[in-house]
């Protein structure tokens, strides 16, 4: 009476015992002993199945045969596949140490007139065996046919013979099995079911187009995939599409182990899948054009369908949460009150991961949080996004180290005050109704270098207690096609969510005007400015942008800037005040005459702090206060770093 196997081994061991008597059969043999023999292979075979439909729970083999629903031949020729990797015996039974031949697994398994007909297409390219990975097709060398091949078993098999129940390595370093979220997740509800309907088409009638489900960074994407897949009794296996190898046998394995382990293929990240003339993407979608299992693709809330055209694609887009759902995140996360809860939710329009990312470094901060500790968590979330593409830019200058004239302070001024009444005039009193532009500012400051546009920009997020930063183009614009795009995409969806205000400095790289279209180059680059001047009028907050050329800034910006605001080459007047507040009272000597060193050097603010500093130092090397004669050293040099030439006059201050 057969029993249950005790272990995976004992089970693997009758395998090998199967396939040692399978080739030890000879059709030239005694015909009494081939028929014992037959005998034998029978009742194993049977025994085997009896013992493993004994187990309490299904062995390794047993899940995968019936998961990609093998034949008794299929099987059959995995299992003799399998005992040759883990037996020398069957390797030395068989007389080839890289693999079994095709033709022996013809002569052997399909040798009876019932199943020959199964071979070529069981053990053809398109048979299950080799289509899913679970057998290796093996060139047995140049010249020889198809049936002088050999077959073998790829390592994750012989893993999962033995029991192992991890992700092989090769699928490991680009995908994962994710478990549904234990919090319930604020998604609307009829969202989950019309997912759910669309991955159940997947799973019960292997068709249907692919879910492309759409939200910012944090939107809870995976988490909802996640949810449904478990809803349908399966896990979800999320591949990162920027580690995705692009050749056939890596694809070949995740079909492979999302069957295995029921799983839904969730391809993260499908915004990169978007260039049809990409290997990956290509690829992609030549493999699971028949794949009969369920596939779903998440991208960026700013992207067009990822490209898998042989599927096609159906829309579902995660909105950020309300304004209520993110104070109940907030509360979920963090012991805070109900009001600072409600406070964050109002001013930070984050997704639910952005908030519990936040949450983790607010809660370091102190025992008793302040909205000022919530910023700093907020910060901390976005700053990859951020900083990836520029810096922070912390100023601890005040408004009267500013020197500017009358009319461009007055529009600063101006600046800040749209920004504090904005929620007055545009949503208490209806002008969000009347106006078609976007919420947000986009101000140009023009000027010659070191005329006060980068500390002016410091100045008004101080100001209004919001975070700048500062862009660098060179990382920005990128010569790839698209890429600028996403790198903008990333920018401003970061800024929005965190409140932060973009500095794009000396932005006529970016910024400058379109060109005439006379080759893909240039069609592609006016792409880039024609996104741009959509997400600045789509960003809520506030865009500065400084030029020192103010001719070069293309026209349709202009027409979309709130403000354009000079930055001059100070005038005498104005220079004497820089001389004076840029140089602390403690350093002065007596004999200074900032009158003169304005009159005589027509420089910015810049080369005046400039001057400053190493008039600073010559002092300090001399033992003394600043003096005239230091100024006049350290101006002079500025003034030739400028390019310019001192006169016989100037000489004589």
Known sequence: MATAYRSIREHLDDIVQLARLVLGRRSD????????????IVDLGEIIEARMALAEKPLPLDRLRTAFQLEATEQRCLWLALAHAVSGEVRTACGNPDGLPLELLDRVVYGSPRVRDRFAAELGTQGRLLRYGLLELRDAGTGTSRLGSVVGVPDAMVELAHGVELLPEDIAGFAALVDPPADELLIEEGLVRSLTAALREHVEHQRGPIPLVKGAEGAGRRSLLARVAHDLGARALVVDCRALPADRRSLVALQREAILR????VLSRGELLLEPNDSAARAVDAMFRGYPGPIAITCGAHVASPLVPSRGTVLFEIPVPTEAERAQLWLRHLPITTELAAQAAARYRLTGGQIERAARVTRARADALALEDVHAGVRSALDDQLSALGSRVDWHQEWADLVLPKESLDELRELISRVRHRRKVID??????????????????????????????????????????????????????????????????????????????????????RTEVKSSVDRYANLEVNYLLQRMEAFSGITILTTNFDAAIDEAFRRRLSFRIAFPVPEEEERERLWRAVIPTAALGADIRFSDLAQKFAMSGGYIKNAALRAA????????????????????????????????GMHGL
């Open 29 to 40: 043999g005694d015909p009494r002993e081939t028929a014992e023999l037959d005998l034998r």
């Open 262 to 265: 029921r799983a839904l293929i």
């Open 428 to 513: 208490d009193w209806g002008f969000g109704k009347k106006v078609a532009k976007g919420l947000g500012l986009a101000v140009l400051f023009s000027g010659p270098p070191g005329t006060g546009k980068t500390m002016a920009a410091g100045l008004i997020a101080q100001e209004l207690g919001l975070d700048l930063y500062a862009i660098d183009l060179s990382r920005m614009v990128s010569k790839y096609i698209g890429e600028t795009e996403k790198n903008l995409a990333q920018v401003f969806d970061a800024a929005e969510v965190g409140h932060a205000i973009l500095l794009f400095d000396e932005a006529d790289a970016l910024f400058s005007k």
């Open 617 to 648: 130092y010559l002092a300090a090397a001399d033992g003394t206060t600043i003096r005239m004669n230091h100024l006049l050293r350290a101006a002079t040099s500025e003034y030739a770093s400028m390019g310019k030439v001192m006169t016989q």
